[in-house]
């Protein structure tokens, strides 16, 4: 495209430039809200007009984190002197903080965060692991009816997860894994499975036979030559494949929402019901999303490159 | 370099096979979010501290409570030990087999004298039998804008418009009047706020509350006989009155429940709001609400021929009959229901079902919203509490929404279909 | 399995190691297996209860009431409105967000200053939880408070609240979501698309237009057909963002309906065969598509 630098082509290129800022800024806008709402006092996140600039505050972690009640009376002047500075705030907002004994009652925000990570990270790796697998057996192997296999395969992602969602539950409700970690990785690695086994498929006819055949020449196994060859020419494929996987097992909500309750329960369903007890508190459903967030955002930025090229191919070849 | 990050995946893994190993002294009481639940956890942090048995209550919001408890009923799960449940989940609960059967203990402490009539009635009956103990009273209520109320040029206004003077409004028709009159679009004032949200019983239960002040009913609730009550003449005034005042809301009024209607008096939006008086104690905190003291309350006004009833809310709690620690929830109970407690209960911002608490001077100065909660617990109605309420619920959402919000229809066709529509469901489980 | 006595086995490297046969059947036999049993037979299992009256609430008796509920639900003019609903929204949403994104990636395929920071940062709006974005969207739309009808000097527009509005309410946030993914595949698309066909077409003079519709769309097509697919195919699923964001009948998909009649109304059996009409319509939605896409892929 260099060669092409008439003046036209020229005016259209800036205008081009400042369209795609201008977007750029539209979408980022609904992201900076939330994470300046994380940072708001609690009467700013509704105040009209709204708020742009404003003393950020730590306050909605404060509550995230912790179990509050509401005051009925104000805080005798001893006690809230007495005070840390972020129960101080919590006092300041018309609540106070619950204990047992002495400590301090956690809210069950980390539990559920914690919860996201065991489920996602575990299905994710499943996911991707037999999706490659699978993908280079079809890839390689002949395999009487391939195309309808393939399609078998694809259908199972189509689905509604609540139409999935009936048949399993009674299911795990006749073995008991209703709320467990274990029910909703394998229903996440389920959901995954196909969708890696396709986007895999695609990196793996890219990668020329001839690399597995020359190694099988030199003396590796199929196994080593899968290993040694083959597994480092699809990295940017595997990479790109665990980034969508992740991305959807750690946002996924119907699935959670029906099948887990105290124990197993992951953090989307979790961060809407914190809606506050009389009236919403948006700071603190805007600090538990910013958190959210981050995991998966800084694991989509440090596998960006990959990303970008691996859907290149990926999709391409499919 | 990459096998160490597989080990630590795979450490992960073997993680999510190992973590449900649950301690024996631990009780977990499942509850929607909102003050009183709060509250129970405080009080119950008091049982821990006596007893060394750690009770959590744990809380999702009201949009998906029925739906969590009975997901993990139905699987028969043994996550919460103890439900503070829905008055109308008595059917499902009892004939499903999700609730121990209270009645010895009941009995035993003579908890139907204990407990105020209603709340026994609603609350714990069912078939004849107790299935759960009153444990958080409850009832639909107003909160308005006192300042605007008082303010003497609208005073003078109203009474040159409506012939009448401007107060806490007697009957629907002047709650009417008062929505139209403070309905202000231009001003960014609005008259009144309703709830409106149809993914559980919110919208049911406000347009409940106008049916039974009309003189209206559900329908017989011995002989599931529909048609005739819920599209009785009553009702369809009642209902024709609730989409009226769905005119005065403010803009985007078409889904919302407490927070939305207590941020109505808060943000400065409605001169009068619906809700529950168990959501009132925001309204009552000066942090949360600028005009706190400017916030007055009162009990469901009268119908046109001057019945005067309320929605009932509130709920009692039951053992889950899948529950691991059922001794241990017993004991929790037999704590629970001590007159001491009742009355820390009450104290901390619970609403005791207990007469004797309920009675006392004190406990109706408490708040400035008590005493009309006071009066409304004497004269609340419930919904139906048949196994099969959730069908009764979405038909009745799905009949009156359009109606309401969307202005569909008219008021006779959305309650005939209703009437037609509980006939088949009552039918098909066999109940006529 | 049919599929493995069928094998022809590659015997070169089967001399050492394991042989290619079981190589295939150690990769491939799992992902099959555990699909058959997580999905296929759970669909089985409930393919016998949506000839029930059976109800996972109550222990009452089971009792085969033969094809009643397919055709109670077949002749409910709901569930037909559930299904046009999610039609009009599949429209909406998909079209919307081929217009954005495919316009976005027409946009970024040139030289920009910091293009890979920008492009990654589009991505943002997918990486969240659809749960948690359709709650903030509802106060970004809200009336009162929100900022959408701030800076749009909107008033006090109905998002939500107006039956005729709110599906495409829902459909923006959806767009907003999703733009950004088919933005990322166009793009890759774009860049295969071979530079010396640009230049011989300035040579020739041709007008952009032209060159659009006659060199850029035929060589994006397969790919942008792709983004279609999978876009379609979670629209047609959509469930958080319509359940978190609107309560109307207009917004009302055939998720939201499966989800109440089988979570909220305990109707099992009922429930069980509206998911099998489901999953017929998806499988012959995507039967079309994958026909439609060797088609492509062919020329």
Redesign the interface.
Known sequence: ????TSPARRVT?RI??V??LI??LI?????Y??ASTAFKP?AL??????TVLFQPEVTPFVKLFT??????KPVEPEVYDAAPWWEKAIY????RV????DSV?LS?YPDRFLNS???A??ST??AVA??T??A???S??????END?L???????????????????????VVGM?????GL???Y??FN??FS?WLMKGFMDEIPKEYEEAA?VD?Y????A?FKIVLPEATTGIAATAVFSF?IA??E??FA???T???AQT???F??????????D?TV??A??FL??LP??IF??AL?GH??RG???G??R? | MLKKKWTALLAGAAMAFTVNAAAATELTIFWAEWDPANYLQELVNEYTAETGVTVTVETTPWSDFQTKAFTEFNAKGDAYDMVVGDSQWLGAGSTGGHYVDLTDFFNEHKLAEVMAPATVKYYAEYDGKYWAIPAEGDAAGWAYRKDWFEDPKEMEAFKAKYGYDLGVPEDYKQLRDIAEFFYRPDDKKYGIAIYTDNSYDAMAMGIESAVFSYGGDLGDYSTYKVDGIINSPENIAAVEMYKELYGFTPPNWGKVFFQEDNQAITENLAAMSMNFFAFFPALDNPALNPNAANTGYFANPKGPSGAQHAALGGQGISIVSYSQNKEEAMKFLEWFIRDDVQQKWADLGGYTCSQAVLKSEAFRNATPYNEAFYQSMFMVKDFWAVPEYAELLTAMNNRLYPYVVGGEGTAKEALDGLAADWNATFKKYGRM | MAVIARLESDTRAAARGWSDLTIRNIFILPTLAFLIVFNIFPLIYSLGYSFTDFRASVNDPVNFVGLQNYRELLNDPNIWRNFTVTAQYVIVSVGGQVIVGFGLALLLNRKIPFKGLITTLLLLPMMMSMAVVGLFWKLLYDPSWGIINYALGLGSFDWLSDPDVALYAVAITDIWMWAPFVMLLSLAGLSAVPQHLYEAAAIDRAGTWYTFTRITLPLVAPILIIAIIFRTMEAFKSFDLPFIMSGQPTTEMISIRLYKMAFQEWQTGRSSALAYIVLIVVLAITNIYVKYLNKVKER
């Open positions: 495209m260099a060669a092409v290129n081009a430039i369209a795609v977007i750029t979408f980022l806008a609904p992201i809200w939330i609690r996140a509704t105040s009209v007009p709204p179990k509050r009640v509401q005051l009925r300041d907002g018309g609540e619950l204990r047992v004994g009652q069950p990570l065991i489920v990270v575990t790796f499943l037999m999706g697998l699978t280079y057996g079809f390689r192997f002949r395999i009487a009816g296999l399609f078998f395969i694809l259908s199972t992602r189509m689905l509604p997860p609540v139409v999935v969602a009936i048949p399993m539950f009674l299911m795990y409700r209703t709320d467990t970690h274990l990785i394998i229903l690695t389920a499975l196909s086994v099988l003396g196994t199929r196994m080593q899968f991305i750690w946002n909500y119907a929402l029906i099948m309750n105290r124990r953090a989307p369903p961060i809407p019901a914190q809606v506050g007890s009389g009236l919403t948006w459903i805007a538990g999303t959210f967030l998966v955002a989509t930025f960006r990303l970008l859907v290149t191919f999709a391409i499919k």
